[in-house]
């Protein structure tokens, strides 16, 4: 996990590349991508088509634009509240997803414009950006130890084998491990190849999502998904992106203001296609680098792969997922975390301004937004003298 120190991983503006460790790289961040859109398939019954083509249209324009291994993601927390229902007083449906997407990117369209968003995060101290990449790194370990239980033996081995792999540039580990994972669900769900054997190649187009939507359906994604989820991008999305982006590619930087736009209009486009809300998180690029990834050639190389899935596969995707397991997934999302945590790792050396870091970090693992909102209040307490430690 050479990316760990803050040396830039390139010394000069780099040119995409499609070699295999940038085709390994692009599928670091399939921890948090799968699950996610599994469970908006299975769950909320939302078209495969749609979420997948705004995924991969996305995933295509950023590889090209950015030229650093800029992910594209989907929000976690409005992805989490859908797929569980957890609005106790309405229903979530698709309609409430593409209304949800829809204000999403309004609003960070906006903050961008007009230069809010970089006046917001001017107020955020250093402790605190610091304390939110910690935390989301240590928060993804979590979450990864808790889907490697699933199955210890399969991912004790698949875990071994990619830390033995990790930085081996002619056995790029993403691709041993996700062979072992198939390799896995194959021996464990031999019906899964008579699904896919069984499946339809048929040939997809895109359609505008936004016919259809109600009053109340739009008041459930504005008020009950989008909103809730503005503290959590901010941090993350936004302000932790951009510090990691330009802490290793010093040549390529980008601003809140532009990450802010980019956001708005992916998920403008997004809601028009019948996509979900989207965001670049910090993790995402942590994933993409810890396999081996170092230009926008492997988000370019994963959009292209779920454009070719949307196109042709939309109707087996769900079937296609589930040859990865659970605890597969989890030792990616493991190994990310421990990339994004390790990223943050030069501590102040003031005591108070530590103890800021160490306090945001611990609730950024519960809930960013929480945390960022905590972080500052304690800063400037610290500041002022009126907390010691």
């Known amino acids: 996990m050479s990316a760990s120190s803050n040396t830039p991983l390139t010394d000069s503006a780099p040119h995409n590349r499609y070699d295999r460790m940038e085709w390994a790289g ?14 908006y398939i299975g769950v909320l019954k939302m078209n495969p088509f749609g979420v997948l083509f705004a995924f991969g249209v996305c995933m295509l324009v950023c590889g090209l634009y950015y030229k650093t291994p800029f992910p594209v993601q989907p929000m976690k927390a409005i992805g989490a509240v859908a797929a569980l229902q957890a609005v106790q007083t ?15 990117g309004v609003i960070w369209l906006l903050l961008g414009v007009t230069g809010l968003v970089s006046r917001v995060a001017r107020l955020v101290p250093p402790p605190v950006i610091i304390g939110i990449v910690f935390g989301l790194g240590f928060g993804f370990m979590l979450q990864g130890v808790t889907m490697m239980q699933t199955d210890w033996l399969i991912a004790v081995i698949g875990g071994s084998g990619t830390l033995l792999l990790m930085g081996n540039k002619k056995i790029p580990a993403m691709f041993v491990l996700l062979a072992f994972g198939a390799a896995v669900g194959v021996v ?11 499946s339809n190649i048929g040939f997809h187009l895109p ?11 739009f008041f459930v994604g504005a008020v009950l998904l989008a909103l809730p989820q503005i503290p959590l991008t901010l941090g993350n999305a936004v302000i932790a992106i951009k510090e990691e982006n330009n802490r290793l590619f010093p040549h390529r930087p980008v601003t809140e203001r532009s990450v802010s736009i980019s956001t708005g209009f992916m998920n403008l486009f997004s809601a028009s296609v019948g996509g979900v809300p989207m965001c670049h998180g910090a ?13 926008g050639g492997a988000v370019v190389i994963l959009g292209t792969v779920l454009l070719v899935l949307a196109f042709f596969f939309s109707d087996s995707v769900e079937v296609l997922f589930k040859l990865f397991p659970t605890a597969v997934l989890g030792v990616i999302l493991f190994l990310t975390g421990a990339q994004l945590a390790l990223g943050s790792s030069v ?6 301004a530590r103890v800021v870091v160490l306090l945001t970090a611990a609730l950024c693992m519960w809930n960013v ?7 500052v209040v304690l800063h400037h307490l610290q500041q002022r003298g009126r907390m010691r430690m």
């Open 26 to 39: 692009a599928f670091g961040d399939l921890g948090t991508l799968i699950p996610f859109i599994a469970a």
């Open 90 to 104: 309405a229903v979530v449906t698709p309609a409430a997803v593409y209304s949800a997407t829809l204000v999403t």
């Open 188 to 198: 464990q769900n031999p019906e899964l190849l008579t699904a896919l054997a069984l």
């Open 207 to 217: 359609t505008f999502a936004l016919t259809d939507l109600s009053w109340n359906q």
């Open 283 to 295: 993790g995402g690029m942590a994933g993409h680098i810890a396999f081996g990834a170092r230009t």
């Open 347 to 352: 501590f102040p050396v003031d005591r108070g």
């Open 369 to 375: 937004g929480a945390g960022f909102v905590v972080g």
